[in-house]
Antibody
Framework: EVQLLESGGGLAQPGGSLRLFCAAS????????MSWVRQAPGKGLEWVSS????????DYADSVKGRFTISRDNFRNTLSLQMNSLRGDDTALYYC????????????WGQGSLVTVSS | SYVLTQPPSLSVAPGKTASFTCGGN??????VHWYQQKAGQAPVLVVY???DRPSGIPERFSGSNSGNMATLTISRVEAGDEADYYC???????????FGGGTKLTVL
C-alpha cells in the first residue's frame, strides 16, 4: 500500500523558515517523480513544485520560485520542501504527492501538513 | 499562463448524472486529469489522461475532452459522491501544473 506521510508543518513568522518532509513507502520511491501541492484554507488546489525521480529536473510555481527549495533523498525515501521568506499567503495545507512525469498527473497523495504564517 | 475554468457548484439528485466541465483554450490538445476531494480528506485521482480510470475507481466515473472543454461525468450519482472536483493539466510551455478552481457537487 502506498503511503505518504508529511511532517514539519507548524507556525512560522512572516519572513521565517520551515522545512517540510514526506516519508514514502509502499512503492519504489527512486523511480517516482514527486510533487508538493498546497491548499489555502477554504480554497482550491495550487501546485507548488515537482522533482524528477533522480532529482535532475525541478520546477517551481512562480509564487514560490526563489523562496522554496524541493529536494529528495532516494536512500531514505524522503521528499523535502525548504520554505524561506515565508509570507501570509503561504498559509496552507501542504500535500506531498507522487507524480507521473510522462502525463503530468498526481496519482497518490499524503494527508497534508499545515503551515501557518502569522505574527 | 494557462487558465482552467470550472463552475463553482453543481447540484444533482441521487441516481441522476453529474457533468463537470473544465474550460481552457484548446484544452482538447492536452491531457486532462480529475481529482475528487471529500470534506477533510486529501484529493484522490479519479480520471487521468482525459478518460482513463485508476484501479478502484468505479466505472460510473468517465471523462472526455475536445475543443475548449473537458468533461467529467458521474453516472448514477450517490450520496457518497458529494465532494469538490478539480481538473488539472500540465502547461508544457511553462512546465507548470495548473488546476481549475474546483466544482462543489451537492447531492440533493
Amino acid at each position: 500500500e502506498v503511503q505518504l506521510l508529511e511532517s514539519g508543518g507548524g507556525l512560522a513568522q512572516p519572513g521565517g523558515s520551515l522545512r517540510l518532509f514526506c516519508a514514502a513507502s509502499g512503492f519504489t520511491f527512486s523511480n517516482s517523480a514527486m510533487s508538493w501541492v498546497r491548499q489555502a484554507p477554504g480554497k482550491g488546489l495550487e501546485w507548488v513544485s515537482s522533482i524528477s525521480d533522480d532529482g535532475g529536473k525541478i520546477d517551481y510555481a512562480d509564487s514560490v520560485k526563489g523562496r522554496f527549495t524541493i529536494s529528495r533523498d532516494n536512500f531514505r525515501n524522503t521528499l523535502s520542501l525548504q520554505m524561506n521568506s515565508l509570507r501570509g499567503d503561504d498559509t496552507a495545507l501542504y500535500y506531498c504527492a507522487s507524480f507521473d512525469w510522462w502525463s503530468g498527473y498526481f496519482d497518490y497523495w499524503g494527508q497534508g501538513s499545515l503551515v501557518t504564517v502569522s505574527s | 499562463s494557462y487558465v482552467l475554468t470550472q463552475p463553482p457548484s453543481l447540484s444533482v439528485a441521487p441516481g441522476k448524472t453529474a457533468s463537470f466541465t473544465c474550460g481552457g483554450n484548446n484544452i482538447g490538445s492536452r491531457n486532462v486529469h480529475w481529482y475528487q476531494q471529500k470534506a477533510g480528506q486529501a484529493p484522490v485521482l479519479v480520471v487521468y489522461d482525459d478518460r482513463d480510470r485508476p484501479s478502484g475507481i468505479p466505472e460510473r466515473f468517465s471523462g472526455s475532452n475536445s475543443g475548449n472543454m473537458a468533461t467529467l461525468t458521474i453516472s448514477r450519482v450517490e450520496a457518497g459522491d458529494e465532494a469538490d472536483y478539480y481538473c488539472q493539466v500540465w502547461d508544457r510551455s511553462s512546465d507548470h501544473q495548473v488546476f481549475g478552481g474546483g466544482t462543489k457537487l451537492t447531492v440533493l
